[in-house]
Nanobody, 120 residues
Framework: QVQLVESGGGLVQPGGSLKLSCAASGSIFNIYAMGWYRQAPGKQRELVAGITSSGRTNYADSVKGRFTISRDNAKNTVYLQMNSLKPEDTAVYYC??????????????WGQGTQVTVSS
């Protein structure tokens, strides 16, 4: 079994910063992609940022220049540093991990979600 534990959400004022973390643990052979998605009320879940095992990143246009995704391969952890937060960034943020186990089966695993609220 593999588990994802997210942390770092909360309430922040516009212009503030938050850092999200997502740690994967369990029977993991290798993680080849990690990412953060978000879902606001009444909207579809959308990709915020992704990072591959080699460190290649991609971002939603709405967060470019404000958010930074990074990973610690030794800890199987992905981070999302969010700066210059705006009210429209308010959403539940979900960690996503694509990995293989020791018999090379492929999995696409989601975290439980963490609420980020940007409001004065």
């Amino acid at each position: 079994q593999v588990q994802l534990v997210e942390s770092g959400g909360g309430l922040v004022q516009p212009g503030g910063s938050l850092k999200l973390s997502c740690a994967a643990s369990g029977s993991i052979f290798n993680i080849y992609a990690m990412g953060w998605y978000r879902q606001a009320p009444g909207k579809q879940r959308e990709l915020v940022a992704g990072i591959t095992s080699s460190g290649r990143t991609n971002y939603a246009d709405s967060v470019k220049g404000r958010f930074t995704i990074s990973r610690d391969n030794a800890k199987n952890t992905v981070y999302l540093q969010m700066n210059s937060l705006k009210p429209e960034d308010t959403a539940v943020y979900y960690c996503n991990v694509k990995y293989r186990d020791y018999v090379y089966r492929l999995y696409d695993l989601w975290g439980q979600g963490t609420q980020v609220t940007v409001s004065s």
